[in-house]
């Protein structure tokens, strides 16, 4: 089962988020849905299940493309309409205006009369030529142009006034209208950094076989570098310096010059011209790349659609093609020194390639981003790039002359073919089996290629990272990605490795979950989780479709969720929530502890199907884990070790024993477990199946000191355990129950004011989803926990940071009667630009409001979520008139601040003993097996505790005298016999 998580019904579109219910964004009359119109938005009380869309298809309902949260743009006649909407399951249906088709500028526009024609993109809703045709028909009846009837899998271009657009955008085919863009343009040292030398000269590895494509401006197909093989023309294309160095840096043999030497000199090239790619269908161009004589394992593009920031036709057209023909795509991000990106490199699929200056040096020390290259994150949060190359300084060949070179080339363009070069040399190792993987020795690199998402997972995983600290660092994550790549760490890695190249299928909510041993002293494990994901809607301000998570488990329980603490620094931070956001995920733990760690991915939810090979809504995932070694048994905890332990009830605990080079023998299975500190006891594991068992810890009382661990015998005789070192070390609980006083992740209004003081000019607290689009300040990008919302300082583009104050957010009272040591915890983010002391102040009052204690103030901090714990108890007396109040100011107004707050939770740890009359073996039942229990209860209590740690001895007290002696006898009898 997957994660449980809070629901949210906001319509994440790109014009604006908004719940249907409580409200619907004013629209202008030109761009509402008219009564001709058959496209509309259903949403659900929950994520869409498969039942749901058999629901929908069975009543006469297309469904077009799956819009967060929870809906799914559907065609249907109003009759259709009115059936689904009165559903059960059916949240509420409205229609799919053309204002939410069409990116902000052309809306803007509509409202002007007389503007020029100009060029857009169009993409319809259905692949094929039927509707890309019908609309291009009513375009020329309208008086419009076609510029391209088949510019891709969805897509045709075509000119248009404003207006004309406008009447486009109401018609049944068309999903979205953006406007088209030109073309931009975006060694020695080179085959060191990423240890490519290091590989041909251990491995002889040097791009042997490797077939690929640079789609660029032009080339030099004269230069010497390349008559050895010469480059195969996909299109025709004109000279050009810009793609002579790409292709150059790939593929150039060093003939003219050994220090030019391409990464992968002995490959075969392929050139396609970018000018003859936009007259016509990427998609379909793309698409002769898998056949005769192409046979290519990765396309190189260091030119691109005009910079952006949102995720465009473009971006969901290049995801089209990556999600159906499975090959690898590598896009230059940009040269803007700031998140405006080629519109391709937005897309969810492709490898995007950012850029750092190294001046010319191997001493990754110096390097630096300083404000050249294009960044992430996307709008959305995800992060991009995904991986970064030096952007000065390249060595290579140059164009015009056949022996022309250049030392200037550089920028994301350089950046891009290097990382493919180093795709390149990843497939020539796959083809040779050198990762443990099935091959065939006489196949080709392209016949025994892996999945793109299987490559993009290796590159990824196996990166360098620039040593970096917090989210302002020149080379943060959004600057760098996932590092540099290097083939020197997959070959040093190939034995350390393990992997899934999509051969696992998921369902709605499955997990998949593998057992994998870390020996001592491994120095990192890294696991990296890629899938490839249908192309979101341009109008929706979420790109992700599908999402899968990644958890991982140490030896000892500890829980680690892909990225978290990632975009602040090197390596994974515990806990945290499932990342609902990206969809490449990572886990990187330094020094790991030794023993069996436990891998899962988390179907949290399937909305479009991720693996069309079968007619079920399911999708597949690659998988790297490298710092791991196959060993005979894995003993894993899918769940987790329970934090606390319920007093007088037993324990379920659930456990994976995975088999590795011996087989599981049957019944061997055990857990081991002592309440007193005395000797462990042990209970077999019960067989639930598929490789997973229970284990039951019996009922404790509040005084125990509970400690477990757990064995199982392989068919070799071998007995793994998990701890992997115990008894020495073991797993350990506290006997109680938590108590929730107060939660509140802010999904719904639970009753919370705010007051500001007449000096606020901006800035005021106000719950919702995080705007990320021209914020001034450093304001959160997400929500801490997920949920979707949060309450933040005045939460909307433009200058919204706190100006005055303070403006003070104060909860709705809170029953503290009671409690024992009740614990306040929550997440705060406080972003001060200038250090100079802003507070943002955390208080607490017991008398309704009436006087206030400082709990804290936090000052002059990194602007991240950051969870806080503080003990209500030491501050204040616990009533039931208790309000939180959280308060921030900028005063005197000198600062860019923003703040703030999610996540808040009050709970108290309690335990009370239970007493089950009779039960005196604490099983939960009475009957015959507490007879002897009874008899040495009776007897000798001493030994009695010895042999049952976690009971009572009240428990045979049956007559309830406060003793337990010969008068317990006869009701101890009654009871055993149900009287």
């Known amino acids: 089962m997957a994660t449980v998580r809070a629901t949210s019904y906001a319509l994440k579109l790109r014009q604006q988020e908004f719940d249907p219910v409580v409200r619907a964004p004013a629209l202008p009359v030109e761009l509402v849905a008219d009564a001709s119109g058959h496209i509309y938005i259903v949403q659900f009380v929950a994520q869409p299940l498969p039942e749901f869309r058999t629901a929908i298809e069975a009543r006469g309902g297309t469904i077009y493309k799956f819009l967060p949260n929870h809906a799914y743009v559907v065609k249907m006649t109003p009759e259709v309409r009115d059936s689904v909407a009165a559903l059960p399951f059916v949240r509420w249906v409205g229609p799919y205006h053309p204002a939410y088709r069409m990116e902000a500028s052309l809306r803007e526009q509509s409202r002007s009369a007389g503007l020029p024609a100009e060029r857009f993109n169009i993409q319809v809703f259905e692949a094929g030529d039927?509707?890309?045709?019908?609309?291009?028909?009513?375009?020329?009846?309208?008086?419009?142009?076609?510029?391209?009837?088949?510019?891709?899998?969805?897509?045709?271009?075509?000119?248009?006034?404003?207006?004309?657009?406008?009447?486009?955008?109401?018609?049944?085919?068309?999903?979205?209208?953006?406007?088209?863009?030109?073309?931009?343009?975006?060694?020695?040292?080179?085959?060191?950094?990423?240890?490519?030398?290091?590989?041909?000269?251990?491995?002889g590895f040097d791009g042997a076989g490797v077939r690929g494509e640079?789609?660029?401006?032009?080339?030099?197909?004269?230069?010497?570098?390349?008559?050895?093989?010469?480059?195969?023309?996909?299109?025709?294309?004109?000279?050009?310096?810009?793609?002579?160095?790409?292709?150059?840096?790939?593929?150039?043999?060093?003939?003219?010059?050994?220090?030019?030497?391409?990464?992968?000199?002995?490959?075969?090239?392929?050139t396609a011209d970018w000018y003859v790619y936009e007259s016509g269908s990427r998609y379909d161009y793309t698409a002769e790349l898998l056949n005769e004589p192409y046979y290519a394992v990765f396309q190189s593009s260091s030119c691109g659609t005009d910079r952006t920031l949102e995720y465009t036709t473009i971006s969901a057209e290049v995801d089209t093609i990556i999600f159906d023909l499975d090959i690898v795509h590598l896009q230059a991000q940009a040269n803007a020194g700031s998140a405006l990106s080629m519109a391709e490199a937005w897309a969810k699929n492709i490898i995007s390639c950012g850029g750092v200056q190294h001046y010319d040096t191997l001493d990754l020390a110096d390097d630096q981003w300083d404000h050249y290259a294009s960044t992430g994150p996307a709008l959305d949060g995800r992060i991009k790039p995904d991986m970064c190359f030096w952007v000065d300084f390249i060595h290579t060949v140059d164009y015009p002359g056949a022996t022309a070179y250049t030392d200037e080339f550089g920028g994301t363009s350089g950046a891009t073919p290097a990382i493919a070069g180093h795709v390149g040399l990843f497939f020539q190792m796959w083809s040779q089996g050198v990762f443990g993987n099935e091959f065939d020795p006489n196949g080709s690199v392209f016949d025994n290629r892996c999945h793109s998402s299987t490559a993009k997972a290796f590159l990824i995983n196996t990166g360098n990272q620039y040593p970096f600290q917090g989210k302002s660092h020149d080379l943060t994550r959004v600057h760098q990605g996932w590092g540099l790549p290097s083939v020197q760490n997959m070959w040093d890695l190939r034995d350390k490795v393990y992997f899934v190249n999509e051969t696992v299928v998921l369902r709605p909510f499955e997990r998949y979950t593998v057992p994998l041993w870390v020996r001592p002293d491994e120095p990192a494990l890294r696991c990296t989780l890629t899938y490839a994901d249908p192309a979101a809607l341009p109008s929706s301000s979420q790109h992700r479709i599908n999402d899968l998570s990644l958890?991982?488990?140490?030896?000892?329980?500890?829980?680690?969720?892909?990225?978290?603490?990632?975009?602040?620094?090197?390596?994974?931070?515990?806990?945290?929530?499932?990342?609902?956001?990206?969809?490449?995920?990572?886990?990187?733990?330094?020094?790991?502890?030794?023993?069996?760690?436990?891998?899962?991915?988390?179907?949290?939810?399937?909305?479009?199907?991720?693996?069309?090979?079968?007619?079920e809504l399911d999708v597949d995932f690659a998988l790297v884990v490298t710092g791991v070694a196959r060993e005979p048994l894995g003993i894993s905890l899918p769940e987790g070790v329970p934090a606390y332990i319920a007093p007088g009830e037993p324990t379920s605990i659930i456990v994976h024993i995975g088999e590795g080079m011996e087989t599981y023998v049957p019944g061997s299975g055990l857990l081991h477990y002592s309440f007193d500190g005395g000797d462990f006891q042990t209970r077999p594991l019960n067989d639930l199946g598929s490789g997973l068992y229970e284990a039951v810890l019996p009922p404790a009382v509040c005084s125990a000191s509970p400690r477990f661990y757990f064995s199982a015998r392989g068919s070799s005789g071998t007995t793994v355990y998990n701890p992997l070192n115990a008894p020495d070390?073991?797993?350990?609980?506290?006997?109680?129950?938590?108590?929730?006083?107060?939660?509140?992740?802010?999904?719904?209004?639970?009753?919370?004011?705010?007051?500001?003081?007449?000096?606020?000019?901006?800035?005021?607290?106000?719950?919702?989803?995080?705007?990320?689009?021209?914020?001034?300040?450093?304001?959160?990008?997400?929500?801490?926990?997920?949920?979707?919302?949060?309450?933040?300082?005045?939460?909307?583009?433009?200058?919204?940071?706190?100006d005055g104050g303070p403006t003070c957010l104060t909860s709705p009272p809170i029953d503290l009667t009671g409690l024992p040591d009740p614990v306040l915890e929550f997440a705060r983010w406080w972003a001060n630009d200038d250090q100079d002391g802003d507070p943002y102040d955390v208080e607490a009052s017991s008398d309704d409001g009436a006087t206030w204690v400082l709990l804290r103030r936090i000052q002059n901090v990194q602007p991240e979520w950051v969870r806080e714990?503080?003990?209500?108890?030491?501050?204040?007396?616990?009533?039931?008139?208790?309000?939180?109040?959280?308060?921030?100011?900028?005063?005197?107004?000198?600062?860019?601040?923003?703040?703030g707050l999610d996540a808040v939770l009050v709970s108290a740890f309690n335990c009370t003993d239970v007493i089950v009359l009779g039960d005196v073996n604490c099983d939960g039942s009475i009957n015959v097996f507490d007879i002897d229990p009874f008899v040495l209860a009776l007897v000798d209590p001493a030994a009695y505790a010895t042999a049952h740690p976690g009971c009572r001895i009240d428990n045979a007290d049956c007559n309830g005298d406060g003793d337990v002696n010969v008068f317990d006898i006869d009701p101890f009898v009654s009871l055993l016999v149900g009287g």
Not at 226 to 250: E, K
Not at 788 to 798: E, I
């Open 729 to 802: 070390a073991t797993y350990t609980a506290d006997v109680g129950v938590l108590i929730i006083a107060f939660e509140d992740d802010f999904e719904q209004d639970r009753g919370w004011t705010v007051w500001n003081d007449p000096s606020l000019t901006g800035g005021a607290w106000e719950r919702g989803a995080p705007v990320v689009s021209g914020v001034t300040g450093d304001p959160p990008r997400a929500d801490y926990d997920g949920s979707g919302q949060c309450y933040l300082t005045q939460n909307r583009a433009g200058n919204s940071d706190v």
């Open 130 to 203: 039927d509707q890309k045709n019908a609309v291009a028909q009513r375009i020329e009846a309208l008086g419009g142009v076609v510029d391209v009837r088949n510019a891709g899998k969805y897509l045709l271009r075509a000119t248009l006034t404003p207006s004309q657009a406008v009447t486009v955008a109401h018609w049944d085919e068309v999903a979205f209208i953006d406007h088209w863009a030109p073309v931009e343009l975006a060694m020695d040292k080179f085959r060191l950094i990423g240890g490519v030398d290091y590989v041909e000269q251990v491995a």
């Open 869 to 899: 714990a503080i003990h209500l108890a030491d501050f204040i007396p616990l009533t039931n008139q208790v309000r939180l109040r959280f308060s921030v100011r900028d005063t005197p107004n000198n600062s860019i601040d923003e703040g």
């Open 214 to 270: 640079v789609l660029d401006v032009g080339f030099n197909y004269q230069h010497v570098d390349f008559a050895s093989r010469p480059l195969i023309q996909h299109t025709s294309s004109p000279g050009h310096f810009h793609g002579a160095c790409c292709s150059g840096i790939i593929f150039g043999d060093g003939t003219g010059d050994p220090a030019a030497r391409g990464i992968c000199p002995a490959g075969q090239g392929i």
């Open 551 to 615: 958890r991982v488990i140490s030896p000892t329980g500890t829980v680690y969720w892909g990225n978290n603490g990632l975009l602040e620094g090197n390596w994974s931070v515990p806990d945290g929530e499932a990342n609902t956001i990206d969809t490449v995920e990572n886990v990187f733990v330094p020094h790991p502890e030794p023993g069996f760690w436990t891998v899962q991915v988390i179907a949290g939810e399937i909305n479009e199907d991720g693996h069309v090979e079968t007619p």
